[in-house]
C-alpha cells in the first residue's frame, strides 16, 4: 500500500471510530434515564424542598418509567448535599434539589467545596411559594402587631426557628425584624421539619418558612399564618395578609424550588428533564399540589433559571450585608 492510500486508510478507520463513538453517546444519551435517578435534597426530610421534591420525583418516575428517588443528605446549608452532586458523574442519573437558599451559599461562606457559579448546571425551577410567617394554633400571638409588639417590648425574647443559620427563613426572619424594628431571637435547628416540630411543641414562638412546608399543618389546625410574603393573599387562605398588609413596609421574598445537574451533563438529557418537569408541571396533579399548597405551579426552563438564580443571589447579597452575619 502506498503512503496516499495507507494514510486515507487511516483517516477512514478513524472517521468511523468517531462516528461509532458518537452513535454509541447518541444512544447512550437517547436511553436517558437508564438507571435509577437519585435527587439529593440537602436539607433533613419534612421541610419545603424535601416535601417538593418528592411529589416532582413520584410524577417524573410515572412518565419516564424509571424511578427517581429522594436522597437527604443535610449539613452545612446544604453544603453538603451540593458538593456531592458537584462531583457526580455528570450522566444526568444524580441531581441536586433545592430552593432560594442556594443563592445565599456565596454570601455566608468564606469558601466553598465547589464552584457556584459553574460546578451546577440550573436545569429547571418549579413550584414558585411564597412564604409565611405561623405560630402555634394555641399561640397568644392572634396578630403580626401582636408578635412585633411583644418583640418591641421585650427584645430577643420572641423566639424563630430555622433550619440552620444562613438558610433562606433564617435572612428572611431578620428581614422582617429589620423592616419592623425589632430584635427577634434565633433558634436554629437541623432542618427546617426539626423547626417545625419546634412551633408545634411551642418551643419557639413562629417560623417563616414556604407555604409548602407549612400549609399541611395549617390546615390540619395546629399552626396558623399570620402573614404571607408578595402582594397578594394566599387564595387558599384570603383572611391572611401580607406582610404589607399587617402594617410591616417587607414585601418578602417567594421561595423557588429548583434542580441543577453536574457540569458536563449532556445537553440532550438536561434538555429531556427540563421537557419531563415541564409535563409533570402542566397535569392537574401538580397543578392542585402547589396550589393546595398557596404555591405558583409554575415551570422556568434552564435559561429563565438561569437568570433566577443570578438575580437572586444578587439580591441576596445586600440582604446578608445589612445583617451581623459573619461568613463561616
Known sequence: MNTFNARRALLSATALACLGLLAGTAQAQSAWPSKIVKIVVPYAPGGAVDVVTRKMAQKLT??????????????ATGTIGANLVAQAQPDGHTLLANDTTYSLLPHIFKKLPFDHATQLVPVSAYVFAPMGLAVNAGSKYKTLADLTAQAKAAPNTVTYGTGGPGTTPHFASEALGIASGVNFMHIPYKGAGEATAGLLSQTIDFQIASTTGLMGNVKGGKLRLLAVSGDQRL????DVPTFQQAGVPWRGVVNWTGLWAPKGTPAEVVQRLQKEIATAMATDDMKQFAQGMGAEPRHAGADEFAKLLKDSTDSWGKVVANTAFEKQ
Open 235 to 238: 387564595a387558599a387562605l384570603p
Open 62 to 75: 410515572e412518565q419516564t418509567g424509571q424511578s427517581f428517588i429522594v436522597e437527604n443528605k443535610p449539613g
